[in-house]
């Protein structure tokens, strides 16, 4: 059973960037054909969808935050990271890791992190 | 704004039937997908595409699509069911590459 866990700095201070890793255990980042994506959450609101990547290499963002976020991925690692620049206050928020399926017509995350809470602080 | 709109709260008595919907432009060529989330814990899907349903949800668990409507409806809510309820799919824009949209948010009270 494939399990993801999110790693990386609690505290980031503005304008620097935020950093985190996801670790995939129980099968191979590269076996299927699933894409890894990175959804965030602020304290007591929704879910935003940061962008995605498939082990080709090949990436999608979301369009509010393209210019700022860079995902990659180690498959040797197992494991994909997200990086976000130039970050304020309105970037806290817990950061979820995410197996997405991509169906013809369906878009689907059928696996999830347990999160990690990352604040924007000086 | 989302482009997936959903009411912000809806509640159900314990045993009814209750039905969250979730709007948007692209549910009209898109299937929603549904995740539920407790308080402190990370999202979990609870039907994808027409009406499919991963290992381990419950079949009181369904969903259902008209026009540019998605719906998920729990038949016999427990109270176990009280959560948020996301509903997802692509952007409207048609365009290339897609990304991917959540609505934001019904929080489901169970009486």
């Known amino acids: 059973q494939v399990q993801l866990q999110e790693s990386g700095p609690g505290l980031v201070k503005p304008s620097q960037t935020l950093s985190l890793t996801c670790t995939v255990s129980g099968g191979s980042i590269s076996s299927g054909s699933y894409y890894w994506s990175w959804i965030r959450q602020p304290a007591g609101k929704g879910l935003e969808w940061i962008g995605r990547i498939y082990t080709s290499g090949s990436t999608n963002y979301n369009p509010s935050l393209k210019s700022r976020v860079t995902i990659s991925v180690d498959t040797s690692k197992n494991q994909f990271s997200l990086k976000l620049s130039s970050v304020t206050a309105a970037d806290t928020a817990v950061y979820y890791c995410?197996?997405?399926?991509?169906?013809?017509?369906?878009?689907?995350?059928?696996?999830w992190g347990k999160g990690t809470t990352v604040t924007v602080s000086s | 704004s989302s482009e997936l709109t959903q009411d912000p709260a809806v509640s159900v008595a314990l045993g009814q039937t209750v039905r969250i919907t979730c709007q948007g432009d692209?549910?009209?060529?898109?299937?929603a997908s549904w995740y539920q989330q407790k308080p402190g814990q990370a999202p979990v899907l609870v039907i994808y595409g027409k009406n499919n349903r991963p290992s381990g949800i419950p079949d009181r668990f369904s969903g259902s699509s008209s026009g540019n409507t998605a719906s998920l409806t729990i038949t016999g809510a427990q109270a176990e069911d009280e959560a948020d309820y996301y509903c997802?799919?692509?952007?409207?824009?048609?365009?290339?590459?897609?990304?991917?949209?959540f609505g934001g948010g019904t929080k489901l009270t169970v009486l």
């Open positions: 692209s549910l009209r060529s898109y299937y």
């Open positions: 997802n799919s692509r952007d409207s824009s048609g365009n290339h590459p897609p990304y991917v949209v």
């Open positions: 995410a197996r997405e399926r991509v169906a013809t017509i369906i878009y689907y995350m059928d696996v």
